[in-house]
């Protein structure tokens, strides 16, 4: 059997939308407050894509980006893996689009759904396709416009949700010198399927008249129960990743941006403390598949992370799903 590939992030990319939402534009036609918002979740503001905007377009900004920072062209990839809840269609894949968007000429293209976990997902299909000899430049990308999918009659959920794409491009390790991905975790629990869901506009459930006017196609999730899972993945995903490692070599927490204070409950657990987290929900809400390329793109252009010490990825969502990387950079 050949030997497996070591795979490395070659270059990363992010884009948040330019119109800012703040958590007053909400008190104007809910029963709500910035004070709530912001205690209960640690959300300032959040991005909404613009009207002609849709997830393609946000991917391939994010895209550009991540292909300047690898120091390669479009034509050299030679697949794209897109995660998202929010495709432009439900046919064809929104990684066809950005395919063409691109110019990416010599690239296989499909989506994955896995909702949060999505960018995740996409990372470890990339890394297998490139670790198998399969493929050699691989762009993952995660995004999404979840602003068509809310409820704004639904002050539970509406605030949580901002729109935005995040990106990396994967190599082998011997050619880019960095980001080695030295292990991957994904999971899944398909009982939990009605915590986070889109009951209609599926084969299950046609859009009707009935059903839009029911607003069964907008996201409904059932938040109490989703915060206990999450508490509880984040912190033992974290802790799965560096079980062979001392902590002293861990630089830095990339987590899905799910709530400050869940991502607050998983460190208490853990006894971690805050300058090894990246946190920026007060500025995009949470933005599902996209949160952790975002944030790893922040942390990258910010230099938090430090050479050849580790970094751990971990998301979890809809599904219901979660998955971890350990890198090292
Ligand atoms: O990435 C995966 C998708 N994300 C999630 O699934 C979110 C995970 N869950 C959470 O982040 C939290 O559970 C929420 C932020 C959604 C809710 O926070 P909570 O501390 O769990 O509040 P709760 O649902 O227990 O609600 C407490 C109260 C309720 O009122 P009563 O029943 O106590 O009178 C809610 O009706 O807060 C009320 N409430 C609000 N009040 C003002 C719920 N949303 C709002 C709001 N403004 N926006």
């Not at 059997?1 to 490395?8: N, T």
């Not at 046609?206 to 006017?213: D, R």
């Not at 050849?308 to 969502?317: C, E, I, R, S």
């Amino acid at each position: 059997m050949a030997s497996r590939v070591r795979v490395g992030i070659a270059g990363t990319g992010a884009y948040l939308p330019d119109r800012v939402v703040p958590n007053s534009y909400f008190e104007e036609f809910l029963d709500t407050s910035d004070e709530w918002i912001v205690q209960r979740t640690g959300i300032h503001q959040r991005r909404f894509a613009a009207p002609d905007q849709a997830t393609s377009d946000l991917s391939v900004h994010a895209a550009e980006q991540a292909l300047e920072a690898a120091g390669i062209g479009a034509e050299d990839l030679d697949l794209i893996v897109l995660g998202t809840l929010t495709p432009d269609y439900l046919l064809p894949s929104t990684a066809c689009l950005v395919q063409k968007k691109l110019g990416a000429t010599n690239a296989g293209a499909f989506d994955v759904n896995a909702a949060c976990t999505g960018f995740l997902t996409a990372l470890h299909t990339a890394e297998a396709f490139i670790a198998a000899g399969r493929a050699r430049r691989v762009l993952a990308i995660g995004a999404e416009t979840l602003s068509r999918f809310i409820d704004e009659k639904e002050r539970g959920s509406c605030i949580l949700f901002g729109d935005g794409a995040g990106a990396a491009v994967l190599a082998p390790h011997d050619e880019c010198g960095q980001g080695e991905i030295l292990r991957t975790k994904l999971g899944a629990d398909g009982s939990g399927y009605e915590f986070i869901h889109m009951s209609a506009g599926g084969s299950k459930r046609p859009a009707t008249h009935e059903t839009v006017e029911a607003g069964e196609h907008f996201i409904r999730l059932k938040g109490r129960e989703v915060y206990r899972f999450a508490v509880k993945y984040m912190s033992s995903l974290i802790e799965e990743m560096m079980e062979t490692h001392d902590p002293e070599e861990l630089s830095l927490v990339v987590p899905h941006q799910v709530n400050e204070r869940i991502i607050q409950a998983a460190l208490e657990r853990l006894g971690m403390s805050d300058e090894k987290v990246l946190i920026n929900i007060h500025k995009y809400a949470n933005t599902s598949a996209a949160t952790v390329p975002i944030a790893l793109d922040e942390a990258r252009r910010e230099g938090r992370i430090e050479k050849d010490k580790l970094v751990v990825l971990v998301a979890f969502g809809a599904g219901l799903t979660w998955g971890a990387s350990l890198l090292r950079w």
